[in-house]
C-alpha cells in the first residue's frame, strides 16, 4: 500500500521540474496521477508509469473545466508559475497581468472546479504553489513574481478557512530556489547579464545557507506528504522548504 493508494491526483505543469517529479513521486505512492500541462510533448514519457496525461492550459477556464470533470481528483496540486525578472520600475502592465493570471487566477479556476467532487466525498487536498519569495521574503528583481506568491498564500488560506469543516485541505507549499529547466534558463540568463555563468551560479545558490539548490525531488516529497492523509491535521499553511533561506 502507497502514502496515497486509492486517491486520483491531478497535476497542473507537469511537464517539468518540480510538477513532474511530483507526479512521479504520487504515482509511486499508489496515487492515480494525472499529469497535465500546456506542452503535450512534455507529458508523453510518463505514461510508461502508468499515469494519464493530458493537455490542460491552466489560463483556460474551458480546459480547466475539462480536465477536472475528467480527473474528478482527491488531490489538486497546482503548480503552473511563470517567474518574471524585474523591479516595480521594469515591471509592464502586460507582465502584471500574465502573472496574475497564470500564478495565481489559474488556482482560482482549478480549486473552483475540483470543490464540488471534493464536497461530495467529504474529503480532499489541495496543495498550491507559492515560494518563499512571497510574503515571507523579498528577492532581488522578483516585483511581480513575489507579489503573485503571496496572493497564493492568501487564497490559500481563505480555501482552508471556508472548507475546513467539509474535510477538504489546503495549504501551499514555498520553496527557495530548485533546480529545474526554467531555473536554469535564469541562470543563464542572469550570468549573460552580469558576463559571468559561475556568477551568476554563486548569486542564486548563495541565498540558501545549505549552498546548494534544492531537487526537484525534495520538494515532490513534501507534495506527497501534503496530499496524503497522514498530514490530515494540517491545513491554510504556508510549508517553508528553502535550504535555510529564511531561517
Ligand atoms: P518550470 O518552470 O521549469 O516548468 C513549468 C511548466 O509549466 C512547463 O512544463 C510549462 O509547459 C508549464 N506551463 C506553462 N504555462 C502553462 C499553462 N498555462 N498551463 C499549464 N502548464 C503550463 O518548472 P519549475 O521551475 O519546477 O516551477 C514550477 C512551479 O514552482 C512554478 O509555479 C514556480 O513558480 C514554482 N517555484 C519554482 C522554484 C524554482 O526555483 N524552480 C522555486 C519556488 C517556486
Same mark, same amino acid.
Given at each position: 500500500?502507497?502514502?496515497?493508494?486509492?486517491?486520483?491526483?491531478?497535476?497542473?505543469?507537469?511537464?517539468?521540474?518540480?510538477?513532474?517529479?511530483?507526479?512521479?513521486?504520487?504515482?509511486?505512492?499508489?496515487?492515480?496521477?494525472?499529469?497535465?500541462?500546456?506542452?503535450?510533448?512534455?507529458?508523453?514519457?510518463?505514461?510508461?508509469?502508468?499515469?494519464?496525461?493530458?493537455?490542460?492550459?491552466?489560463?483556460?477556464?474551458?480546459?480547466?473545466?475539462?480536465?477536472?470533470?475528467?480527473?474528478?481528483?482527491?488531490?489538486?496540486?497546482?503548480?503552473?508559475?511563470?517567474?518574471?525578472?524585474?523591479?516595480?520600475?521594469?515591471?509592464?502592465?502586460?507582465?502584471?497581468?500574465?502573472?496574475?493570471?497564470?500564478?495565481? %487566477?489559474?488556482?482560482?479556476? &482549478?480549486?473552483? /472546479? *475540483?470543490?464540488? $467532487? +471534493?464536497?461530495?466525498?467529504?474529503?480532499?487536498?489541495? =496543495?498550491?504553489?507559492?515560494?518563499?519569495?512571497?510574503?515571507?521574503?523579498?528577492?532581488?528583481? %522578483?516585483?511581480?513574481?513575489? &507579489?503573485?506568491? /503571496? *496572493?497564493?498564500? $492568501? +487564497?490559500?488560506?481563505?480555501?482552508?478557512?471556508?472548507? =475546513?469543516?467539509?474535510?477538504?485541505?489546503?495549504?501551499?507549499?514555498?520553496?527557495?530556489?530548485?533546480?529545474?529547466?526554467?531555473?536554469?534558463?535564469?541562470?543563464?540568463?542572469? $550570468?549573460?547579464?552580469?558576463?559571468?555563468?559561475?556568477?551568476?551560479?554563486?548569486?542564486?545558490?548563495?541565498?540558501?545557507?545549505?549552498?546548494?539548490?534544492?531537487?526537484?525531488?525534495?520538494?515532490?516529497?513534501?507534495?506527497?506528504?501534503?496530499?496524503?492523509?497522514?498530514?490530515?491535521?494540517?491545513?491554510?499553511?504556508?510549508?517553508?522548504?528553502?535550504?535555510?533561506?529564511?531561517?
Amino acid at each position: 500500500m502507497g502514502r496515497l493508494t486509492g486517491k486520483r491526483a491531478l497535476v497542473t505543469a507537469a511537464g517539468q521540474g518540480i510538477g513532474r517529479a511530483s507526479a512521479l513521486a504520487m504515482a509511486s505512492e499508489g496515487a492515480q496521477v494525472f499529469a497535465t500541462d500546456i506542452n503535450a510533448a512534455a507529458l508523453d514519457d510518463l505514461i510508461a508509469d502508468g499515469i494519464e496525461t493530458f493537455v490542460l492550459d491552466a489560463r483556460d477556464t474551458d480546459s480547466v473545466n475539462l480536465g477536472m470533470a475528467r480527473a474528478q481528483p482527491d488531490v489538486v496540486f497546482n503548480c503552473a508559475g511563470f517567474v518574471h525578472n524585474g523591479t516595480i520600475q521594469e515591471a509592464t502592465d502586460d507582465d502584471w497581468d500574465f502573472a496574475f493570471d497564470l500564478n495565481v %487566477r489559474s488556482m482560482f479556476r &482549478t480549486i473552483r /472546479a *475540483a470543490l464540488p $467532487g +471534493m464536497v461530495d466525498r467529504g474529503s480532499g487536498s489541495i =496543495v498550491n504553489m507559492s515560494s518563499v519569495c512571497s510574503s515571507i521574503v523579498g528577492a532581488p528583481n %522578483r516585483f511581480i513574481y513575489g &507579489t503573485t506568491k /503571496a *496572493a497564493v498564500i $492568501g +487564497m490559500t488560506k481563505s480555501v482552508a478557512i471556508d472548507y =475546513v469543516a467539509k474535510g477538504i485541505r489546503c495549504n501551499c507549499i514555498c520553496p527557495g530556489t530548485v533546480e529545474s529547466p526554467s531555473w536554469h534558463d535564469r541562470v543563464k540568463a542572469l $550570468g549573460e547579464q552580469i558576463g559571468s555563468y559561475d556568477a551568476a551560479m554563486q548569486q542564486f545558490v548563495s541565498r540558501q545557507p545549505m549552498g546548494r539548490v534544492a531537487k526537484a525531488e525534495e520538494v515532490a516529497a513534501l507534495v506527497v506528504y501534503l496530499s496524503a492523509d497522514e498530514s490530515g491535521f494540517t491545513t491554510g499553511q504556508a510549508h517553508v522548504i528553502d535550504g535555510g533561506w529564511s531561517s
